[in-house]
């Protein structure tokens, strides 16, 4: 199951990413060129080298922003953990307790969507904007404008996102593996046997 949901991620982070080159490409080209290129790339064959490039870029685009991400990442893990051992040895414990380990597995998929959109919505901004400038449409400073808070604020809005879950994250996980919450209840303790006369 979460070898099936990981693939999804990373599917919809690379649809979104391989969307984004398209619109740069187009814009690059140009109108002429693009209606010369539109008939091939309707055919199934294309569709299925897309969806198949899409989720290789996927991988390579999740990679891509856990490294932009890594310091404020390790800067939020400080927080709640002292030391990378002592992270290690929490999600150890958490592995554990199937119910928590699968509300972390979530956690780790919205985490996985926000990061790769907050590039996405970078890419798109810019390859929009370009393409505004290339071909002729009304209201262009209007467009531009519009496409670009937009896309500013879809950026900011997934990065902040991602800031919340992760910080979140840590700070429950520390909660749920200390001593005092991972510590079963007490039995009930034995009956005094029955004094005899």
Partial sequence: ??????????????????TGLGILAAAIAGP??????????????????ALACAYALGILLDRAADTVLAAVRRRLRSQSFPTSAAYAQARLKLAEIPALAARADYAR????????????????????????WRYPVEHRPLLLATATVLGALAAVGFYLSWHTITATGYRKLAAQTTPAATQTVP????APAPQTP
């Fill in 1 to 18: 199951m979460a070898a099936t949901a990981m693939f999804v991620e990373v599917l919809v982070v690379g649809i979104g990413f391989l």
């Fill in 32 to 49: 002429g060129n693009t209606r010369r290129l539109a008939p091939a790339a309707g055919t199934p064959l294309a569709a299925g080298a």
């Fill in 109 to 132: 998929s919205r985490l996985r969507i926000c990061r790769g959109w907050m590039l996405n919505s970078i890419l798109f901004t810019l390859a929009t904007d370009l393409a505004l």
């Fill in 187 to 190: 039995s009930q303790p034995p």
